[in-house]
């Protein structure tokens, strides 16, 4: 016991193994699932809202969601009147907002909502149906107060109007009493009705970048071990410059990194329905980008550390953490605003982000441009950080 407690004392991986890694990696998650750092509120959703009735109660519904401390209004006040229902779905398909909220005429006077949702988001479409179920009913409840009023007043002498006890207004009243929100409100899949298993498409990227991490991570850890056995110092003494060294290794990472996440999706076609084949294009161009990321990110982490068993612990602590902040552990929307922001100085982020945009929206490969020129920053930037480092071995 005596010599394994002193082996950990003095070995400096294995103490932040034992714990720091617990501590950060509680702190993660209780910062996503604890409503943000320090924001004490949920995470809003964004919508838009099209009235088709134009009425003072669908008025009123709008002003009433405007203020809701769970949505965020992505209306203009320009807007409000000029945004049609065609517009509305683009921005959802577009990812611009994640719902769309659609007031119509229904049966009578009762206000009715169509809801056009990215299923993407599993949680924002309940957490707005209950918001808007509860504001139709609230206007129902209106209507009906407005039904009562005009059933007791007297009618006056000539007029037509009926007895204060016709049973056709009592019974109004009393079905706007018990109306149910659910019957109020429906909920449009614009994006996944007709896409065959996409939600396993983005479960497998988000894997998919977490292992090609990892990858690139033990590829680079080869410079570490041909450093302690020699074999690097052989290699330098002949004509192969390090430049030409870093750069053979960052290409041969590139192309395992990619070949791996292709027969990851090619299994996953096979078995599980992803629809590869139609969207070869976008996946192609995000894949060698990420996977050039990686592995630039794995020979920065190798010429960073001095040992093998530093470099084992750093990459663990950062990669999870990139990870779990990034999407590839957790999804981004049940996260507050700030945990998104941080999110983004990760490019685990920024590849999920453009994996979204191939295989849920369907949109163009020029749409993908913010994350591939991101993804390719990060790439050479890490390979001139790592060039800059791999100095230190030159002069040895």
Known sequence: MQLSLRRLLHNRVELLLTFVVPIAFFSVFALIFGNGIGSGTTPKVKVVIVDEIQSPDSTAIVESLRNSAGLRLMNDDSQDGALDLDAASDMVRHGGVTIAI???????????????????????????????????????????????????????????????????????AAQADTWDPSELVQIVDVIGEDKANPVVSMYAAGIAVMFLLFGATGGGGVLLEERENTTLDRLLSTELTMDQLLLGKWFYLTALGFVQVCVMFVWGQFVFGIDLRGHLDGFVMMTLVTSSAAAAFGLFLATLCKTRGQLNGLSVILILTMSALGGSMVPRYVMSERMRELGLWTFNAWALDGYDKVFWRDLPPDALLPQLAVLMIAAVGFLLVARALAIRWEFD
């Open 102 to 172: 659609v007031l119509k005429s229904g049966d009578g006077d009762a206000i009715r909502s169509d809801l056009l949702a990215d299923a993407s988001d599993q949680v924002a479409g309940q957490v707005v149906s209950a918001l808007v179920g509860r504001e139709l009913v609230i206007a129902k409840t209106r209507q009906a107060a407005r039904a009562r009023r005009t059933m007791v007043r007297r009618p006056r002498l000539g007029d037509a109007a009926a007895p204060p006890d016709q049973p056709a207004g009592r019974d109004a």
